[in-house]
């Protein structure tokens, strides 16, 4: 997850992201635990586009807001905290599944 995060704004693709954090972690794990690796990966991902400068996404509609990126940082924190819960929730789920 940490490497996720880490790697999300140097590389815009998720697909590249993938392709070096992927084998790493099967070095590492089991490959059992391929599929959740995966869903890491990509819940990671995800969670550091919402909050990487990086993402077009986030940087048209900051600028059609006319909106400032850290008092923006500073109004959904608690949201993306919430979505951090939520990532954490569901990797536990597929652990356990």
Request: aromatic share 14%.
């Amino acid at each position: 997850s940490i490497a996720s995060l880490i790697s999300t704004p140097f590389m815009t693709e998720q697909v590249y992201a993938v392709q070096y954090i992927l084998p790493m972690l099967n070095i590492v794990g089991s490959t059992d635990l391929l599929e959740v690796y995966g869903l890491i990966v990509q819940l990671f991902y995800g969670l550091g586009l919402l909050i990487a400068p990086t993402s077009i996404l986030l940087i048209v509609g900051l600028f059609y807001l006319r909106e400032d990126y850290t008092s923006w940082i500073k109004y959904i924190w608690k949201v993306l905290l919430a979505i951090f819960g939520l990532c954490i929730i569901a990797i536990t789920i597929a652990v356990l599944i």
